[in-house]
């Protein structure tokens, strides 16, 4: 399967999942209004149905006309427009879809949807909401961080709605903060969140994921071709099913995975530290279900990093760096976990990166590293591995079980894993 096959095979998976989706979409009056356009086309190419409905402030900023035309559906913003169900546009847009996101959701409507007004259109249609409804916040730095404003989201969030964002950044008033609309993909990632069926609600998932850098000099470091992706794949999946994700990382260029706890670091001993910060925190509540360590974990580190940069010798004999062995997280994990319970203990997983012979030499892995499911993968392979979309992988468990998975988008291997790893609780 060529990368084109594999972009497409993982665009089918994210089509069948937003196939005929019923999204009503709520505008509120806000600059960023005009970016909501953008979501409307993310929307729609991923297969969802949008219909746009906007508070009267909306339309100054978009004109109904323009939210027609990119949504593809008539505009709703009247609420004793006769229409076709006899002045009833507000139960049924709050009633078909599956879901209902609010965005740019300004001060002012949390403000109103807070207390339950329902003077127009759209705040008619929220009150008359039952189902998820996902809020977007965008507004001007001090009016996100008045007192009125926090009460209200605080308010809204205890009535269960879903918040994304606002992001931190450049405001269109000029001023710097938080109050940014949060990313297209963001807020598509949670609305898609909002539809899943939360099958790890209440789980909570450590992954490492990434390289680790080993200095040498302030200049140079020791490193590998690990993209991240595998990793990224299966805490996206694990956050789709609900759970709770931290994810400690090497240097990649990912962008942070939205609902995550990301625990950035650079070298293997600051893996291996904020790994077992991680576990000894919570370890007194039993609060931690599954490890995944996907990160390729450098195995040495210069003994000696020097703090200026290593000057080139004019003399033509070899430069001999002398190395040692970084702690191995997966050793420890599992030697802690020898002194538990076995009910007690959360699921451990291991990747073994081979080149050649992977499956016999993942067995020998298994024997001296004390997981409990082993995800080998052959890096020879065409389409697995670094740095690629997809992965071939093999399935290896303590009990014999040797489970061949076909080339697939990492995508689609992070959801598989994370049930896997699911049927095991
Ligand atoms: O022994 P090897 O490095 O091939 O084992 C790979 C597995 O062990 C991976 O899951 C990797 O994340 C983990 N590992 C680790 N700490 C290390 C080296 C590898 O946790 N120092």
Redesign the pocket.
């Known amino acids: 399967m060529d990368n084109i096959d594999t972009k497409l095979s993982s665009l089918g998976c994210t089509l069948q999942f937003w196939h005929k989706k019923k999204i009503s979409l709520v505008v509120g009056g806000g600059i960023a209004a005009y970016r909501v356009l953008d979501l409307i086309r993310g929307l729609k190419a991923q297969g969802a149905e949008v219909t746009v409905i906007g508070t009267e402030a909306a339309t100054r900023f978009v004109t109904p006309l323009t939210f027609h035309a990119i949504s593809g559906h008539p505009f709703y913003g009247d609420l004793f427009h006769p229409g076709e169900e006899g002045g009833m546009d507000h139960i049924r847009l709050a009633r078909e879809a599956d879901l209902v996101i609010v965005a740019p959701a300004t001060a002012d409507l949390m403000a109103k949807m807070a207390h339950g007004l329902a003077n127009d259109l759209a705040t008619a249609m929220i009150l008359a909401r039952r189902g998820p409804l996902l809020v977007a916040p965008a507004m001007n730095v001090a009016m996100w961080e008045h007192p009125a404003t926090q009460r209200n989201v605080e308010r809204l969030k205890g009535d269960g709605l879903v918040f994304c964002g606002p992001e931190a950044g450049a405001l269109a008033c000029g001023e710097e903060g938080m109050g940014r609309l949060a990313g297209v993909d963001t807020i598509l990632e949670a609305a898609r969140r909002c539809l899943e069926d939360k099958t790890l609600a209440g789980k909570h998932f450590l992954l490492?994921a990434g390289p680790t850098r080993e200095e040498l000099d302030p200049v140079r470091y020791l490193s590998n071709h690990s993209s991240g992706k595998m990793g990224w794949a299966i805490a996206q999946a694990a956050l789709r099913a609900g759970a709770q994700v931290t994810l400690v990382h090497g240097p990649v260029h990912l962008p942070p995975l939205w609902g995550a706890k990301m625990v950035p670091v650079t070298s293997?001993c600051d893996m291996?530290a904020a790994v077992m910060d991680c576990w000894e925190t919570c370890q007194p509540s039993r609060s931690l279900d599954a490890i995944i360590?996907?990160?390729?974990?450098?195995?040495f580190r210069p003994v000696v990093r020097s703090s200026e940069k290593i000057k080139k010798t004019s003399s033509m004999t070899p430069m001999n760096i002398e190395l040692e062995a970084?702690?191995?997280?997966?050793?420890e994990l599992g030697r802690r976990h020898g002194a538990m319970e076995n009910h007690q203990r959360p699921i451990l997983v291991?990747?073994?990166?081979e080149t050649g012979r992977a499956v016999e030499r993942g067995r020998e892995?298994l024997a001296r590293?004390p997981?409990d499911l082993l995800v080998v993968n052959d890096l020879m392979e065409e389409g697995a591995g670094f740095m690629v979309d997809t992965n071939r992988v093999t399935l290896l468990d303590r009990d014999g079980l040797e489970e061949t998975w076909p080339l697939m988008s990492k995508d689609a291997v992070g959801a598989r894993l994370v049930e896997a790893v699911a049927a095991r609780f």
């Open positions: 490492t293997a291996f360590l996907t990160a390729a974990v450098a195995d970084n702690p191995d997280i997966l050793l291991g990747f073994a990166a892995k590293k997981c």
